[in-house]
């Protein structure tokens, strides 16, 4: 039987248990429980050469009594149990966090404040409805920091949270939970579905390899996007010179949670008319794929874009760029960018843009009796001509050509 039992490293939630070694013992077997009440707790099969053991999930300032016992094989062959030992769940060396606020309060999350304490290697937030018996927890944050999100809330309902401290790396040193703060998220308004869609070509020379390039931005509050289609009436993707894994473009992301540029590459090439496109993170761990195809009038792209179970945005602006993979037409006149884009709520949008295309049989001709009388950004302002963006020309023929000259 294992003599000098003695508990020490007491905590809220922990404490470890001691004996002396048993000479010919295989394993060891503790019990232990809250003092006056009934049912044990079991550490079973602890290896032979241990003389110590914690026990994790203790009740805070709680009083516990265990006991251990020597099994001298793995059948029936055990010692008795050992004298009684207790111990009482309180320490002084664990301090709670204190001084809880809250900002950012949104119709779906809200950020939670508190003092940093010195000590504290982790804390833990959990938080629930008012009045609910069920917490929701957070991951751990780190000791040095002094607030974090509480995220995917209900509108215009009143939360608690609590907070409690570790002050080790092994998650023994727990402090008691804070008192409660609670805060009430605000009442969500949808926006309007409005995505704002601009759509740019490298250049307008007939029969030459290009870039396409899509912007889509969206306020915060509307509606996400579900399906998108990109269409022409002329000109193709040059699919049959590119193999699968080549790069074909890139996509940047942003928004108030999220930075992404992304490289797009080739996928399944289906022949010379269809091709999937993966998008690659800068870790190369591939986070999305979208379809595109010649037909017979000009080009296709189709994407879909998942659900991310709240149907709307916290806003953001993304660009999406083909290098090289466009080839215009090979005649002169207008090429039609035209845009199709579903919201997951059955939003339904259309954008179109013309970019005249030019052969160069036609361009001396063209300058003869075409002049630019001035030129004027996206918002109409008179501007002198600049590389590198997008500017609008008014001819003396009354047509407007779009124009980007790239550096």
């Known amino acids: 039987m294992p003599q000098n039992t003695f508990s020490n490293n007491v905590y809220f939630f922990s404490a470890q248990v001691n004996w002396n070694t048993v000479l010919g013992a295989n394993h060891y077997k503790i019990r232990y429980k809250e003092i006056g009440t009934s049912p044990w707790s079991y550490k079973n099969n602890i290896d032979s050469l241990l003389t110590f053991r914690t026990l994790n999930n203790l009740s805070d300032q709680t009083t516990y009594i265990w006991q251990i016992r020597a099994h001298c094989d793995t059948i029936s062959n055990f010692s008795n149990w050992s004298q009684v030992d207790t111990f009482y769940t309180f320490t002084n060396l664990c301090p709670t966090p204190n001084n809880l606020t809250n900002s950012n309060i949104t119709y779906s999350s809200a950020q939670a404040n508190w003092d940093v304490l010195t000590t504290a290697h982790r804390y833990k937030i959990h938080y629930r409805i008012l009045n609910t018996s069920n917490w929701a927890n957070l991951s751990l944050v780190n000791g040095n920091v002094d ?25 023994n040193m727990g402090s008691l939970w804070s008192a409660s703060d609670t805060f009430t998220t605000s009442i969500f308004v949808p926006a309007p579905f409005n995505p704002i869609i601009n759509t740019t070509l490298g250049t307008s020379l007939c029969n030459t390899p290009t870039s396409l390039l899509v912007q889509i931005n969206q306020l915060s509050n509307e509606p996400d996007i579900e399906n998108s289609t990109i269409t022409t009436d002329g000109g193709y ?33 289906a022949g010379p008319n269809y091709a999937i496109i993966n998008s690659f993170d800068s870790n190369g761990d591939l986070i999305g794929f979208f379809a595109i195809e010649n037909t017979s009038s000009g080009v296709r792209v189709s994407t879909t874009s998942p659900n991310d179970g709240n149907n709307y945005t916290s806003g953001y602006t993304s660009d999406l760029n083909f290098t090289n993979l466009f080839v215009t037409p090979n005649y002169s006149g207008n090429l039609h960018i035209v845009i199709d884009i579903e919201s997951e709520l059955n939003d339904q949008i259309y954008y179109s843009d013309t970019v005249y295309i030019q052969c160069l049989s036609n361009i001396n001709e063209i300058n003869n009796r075409e002049k630019i009388i001035y030129s004027f950004d996206l918002n109409g302002r008179k501007i002198n001509t600049e590389k590198n963006k997008l500017i609008f020309n008014q001819l003396n023929n009354g047509k407007i050509v779009k124009e980007i000259i790239i550096e």
């Not at 939360?159 to 570790?166: K, V």
């Open 147 to 171: 607030s974090t999100n509480i995220p995917v809330l209900q509108q215009n309902t009143t939360y608690e949270w609590q907070i409690m401290a570790y002050h080790d790396s092994t998650l």
């Open 237 to 269: 993707f040059d699919i049959a010179s590119i193999n699968s894994s080549d790069s074909v473009g890139y996509a940047i992301y942003n928004s108030l949670s999220q930075n992404v540029n992304s490289t797009l590459r080739a996928g399944l090439i």
